[in-house]
């Protein structure tokens, strides 16, 4: 059974622009390793280079995204529960949505 992807980053499938030295170093590396039939080398080919020969460093990256993404999320709650809370006050209150005032206000 062949299972469908429901969304990949369209970038991972570019090709890596040489336009700094980095970037060069990187792309002759992996080119070296991987030798792409149309000597491209796309941002896939480099991530999984880092995963197989620099495991650690995407684990501080992805570890350091997801934090990240935690954290806005909590935000988003917060921010959604007060926007709800305002709108029921007022429903009851029969308040109009223009003169309720930010917390912060």
């Known amino acids: 059974m062949k ?3 429901k969304w990949e980053n369209p970038v991972l499938k570019s090709p890596v622009k040489k336009d ?13 390793l991987k030798n792409p039939t149309n000597n491209e080398v796309t941002v896939e ?10 495991p650690e460093f995407l684990l501080v ?11 806005q ?7 959604g529960q007060k926007a709800y809370e305002q709108r029921e006050e007022c429903q009851i209150t029969g308040q109009s949505k223009r003169t309720i ?3 912060n206000a």
Do not use: C, H
């Open 45 to 54: 080919m480099l991530v999984e280079t880092f995963a197989k020969e620099f």
């Open 20 to 32: 700094s030295e980095i970037k060069e170093w990187l792309v002759e590396y992996v080119g070296n």
């Open 61 to 71: 990256v992805a570890e350091e995204n997801w934090i990240r993404g935690y954290e």
């Open 73 to 79: 999320a909590l935000v988003d709650v917060e921010e």
């Open 3 to 5: 299972t469908e992807k």
């Open 101 to 103: 005032k930010p917390n």
